[in-house]
Every structure is written in C-alpha cells, then in structure tokens.
C-alpha cells in the first residue's frame, strides 16, 4: 500500500519553463511534507518542507502548494534550469517515532 | 562533512555470502535510517532505529538485520546475500529537532 502517490515519473521541461510535481496523500496524520533533490552518485538532499498549517512556502524558484482539504502537495520549479535536472522525492511524516514514507520519485530533465 | 559516511561505497559479492554494511555519524541524533533504492521503487525503508539497541522493521526487511550498538554506528547486514538484493542503499539520520533528517552519500551493492 503505498502512502504517498508521486506524479509524474518523469518530466522533460524547456529552460526556462515551469516544472511541476505533484504527491497525494491518505493519511491524514501526517503533519510534514518534504521534499528531496537527488543528483547522481549522491544521497536525496532537502530541498523544501512545510507543515499543513500553511498553503504555500516559496523559497526562491521552489515553491510548495499544499491542498489540506484534497490531501495533494505539489512542487513547482520556477525558471527551470539544467542544474535542476535531477530526480525529486515527495515524502510525508507523522509525529513520534515513525520514519518518513517517500513518493517513487520524479526524474527531471531541463533541457536548454 | 554532513556528518554521515557509509562504508563501504562500492561492493561485488558472490550469492550466499554474508555482508555488512556501515553508517556512521558524528552529529548524536537519536534515529537512523537504512533505505534502499532501486528503479521505479523509489526510496523503499528496510529498518529504523530510535535509540540504541532500539531498532524496528521496515517495509522491506525480510534477509536483511541490523545492529546499533552505538549511537554513531548503525550496521546493516545480508545474511546472506542474493541478486534481488543488489541496490544503492542509502543511510540516513535525523534528531528530535531535524525531523527531514541528512542521507549518507550510498553504498552500491552487486550480488552476483
């Protein structure tokens, strides 16, 4: 059962352009949504949090929207450029002890 | 210079044989994670800890154990290793106040 539904799996986007992921959710105990940038060779790196007390936190080009009521959370790059060409991970946590539960990942290209 | 290293970063085995897997960090916080990733399955937990000796299972723990005997040090073990066990696997931490937690830079592990 997979608790957090990530689209799409890959995503081609022109320099410049806006790139958009989205996440969906059931649980509504989760009280934190991350999001995750991962390059190459290398582990997935925060990139962009928030809590479900607000609808939107922007920083810089990236810009989260969280839909409380519709259980959706989407991450919106801005002027996409190629050093965003990476894969990005969605995730979702409860309070407590329990681990984070990540979405299956986005693979973008921002080509020029 | 996160304050989290996997050793070692890369690994061929033969089918059969046991190994083990270490995570190390310098920054005292209280959980650690051991994920594993793979194409079209995103980020999949195997097991968690919170807390010395404290350790649960994730969703994909069957042929894997793990040890903390220390709160740097969480070991990841294969008792004995097969194909579909051939992966990036990831370790992570995070502390009461860091819920995002940091990822360690991955182990590549072939079984053949």
């Known amino acids: 059962q997979q608790q957090v539904k990530q689209s799409p799996q890959s995503l081609i986007v022109q320099k410049g352009g806006i790139s958009i992921i989205n996440c969906a959710y059931e649980n509504t105990a989760f009280d934190y949504f991350p999001w995750y940038q991962q390059f190459p060779g290398k582990g997935p790196a925060l990139l962009i949090a928030?809590?479900?007390?607000?609808s939107e936190k922007k920083e810089g080009r990236f810009t989260i929207s969280f839909n409380k009521s519709a259980k959706q959370f989407s991450l919106h790059i801005m002027d996409s450029q190629p050093g965003d060409s990476a894969t990005y991970f969605c995730?979702?946590?409860?309070?407590?002890?329990?681990?984070?539960?990540f979405g299956k990942g986005t693979r973008l290209s921002v080509i020029a | 210079d996160a304050g989290i290293t996997q050793s070692p970063r890369h690994k061929v085995t033969e089918t059969g044989t046991p190994v083990t897997l270490r995570c190390h960090q310098t920054e005292n916080h209280r959980y650690m994670y051991w994920y594993r990733q793979d194409p079209g399955h995103g980020l999949r937990l195997i097991h968690y800890s919170y807390g010395v000796k404290d350790t649960d299972k994730g969703e994909v723990s069957d042929g894997y154990s793990v040890s903390r005997s220390k709160t740097e040090d969480f070991l990841l073990t294969l008792e004995s290793a097969t194909s579909s066990q051939t992966s990036v696997y990831f370790c992570a931490m995070s502390g009461d106040r860091d819920t995002a937690g940091t990822f360690g830079s991955g182990t590549r592990l072939t079984v053949v």
């Open positions: 995730a979702a946590h409860t309070s407590g002890n329990t681990p984070l539960v």
């Open positions: 928030i809590r479900p007390d607000v």
